[in-house]
């Protein structure tokens, strides 16, 4: 049986956030009633859906070519990034598949992103 809030599911409880967060001034609700309200539906969400603490590996896989790995244990803001060349991505014209995947208990938040200038683009000399 999977959990909700007021029928809205862990996959789409935390697409919400910037609407409890965006009218904040300076970090701050327009009134205590309203802070004390987004406390509450915040924490009923870690309550309800991120309980279990990190204990994983994630890893990423380019085709066939293993491309990272970074182990998470316990709860932490660091980030880790994996740069991937171009060339890497492009396999003769084919496509190329991208695999994440996470063996252990917890949640993966993650974000995949793609930056490229094309070769005859003033702008892709640089840096």
């Keep these: 049986m999977r959990s909700s809030l007021n029928g809205r599911t862990a996959t789409s409880f935390p697409r919400s956030w910037p609407d409890l967060l965006g009218n904040q001034i300076r970090g701050a609700g327009t009134s205590a009633y309203e802070n004390s309200f987004i406390l509450l539906a915040m924490n009923h969400y870690f ?10 590996v994630a ?4 085709g066939d070519t293993y491309a990272a790995a970074h ?3 316990g709860r932490t803001t ?3 990034a994996t740069l ?9 014209g084919t496509n190329t598949n991208l695999i994440v995947s996470k063996d252990g208990p917890g949640r993966l938040y993650y974000r995949l992103g793609l930056r490229y200038c094309l070769p005859t683009d003033p702008e892709a000399r640089r840096p």
Excluded: H
């Design 47 to 56: 309550q309800t859906f991120e309980s279990v603490d990190p204990d994983f």
């Design 59 to 62: 890893r990423i896989w380019l």
């Design 71 to 73: 182990t998470y244990d």
């Design 78 to 80: 660091d980030r880790d």
């Design 84 to 92: 991937v060349p171009m060339t890497g991505l492009i396999d003769g």
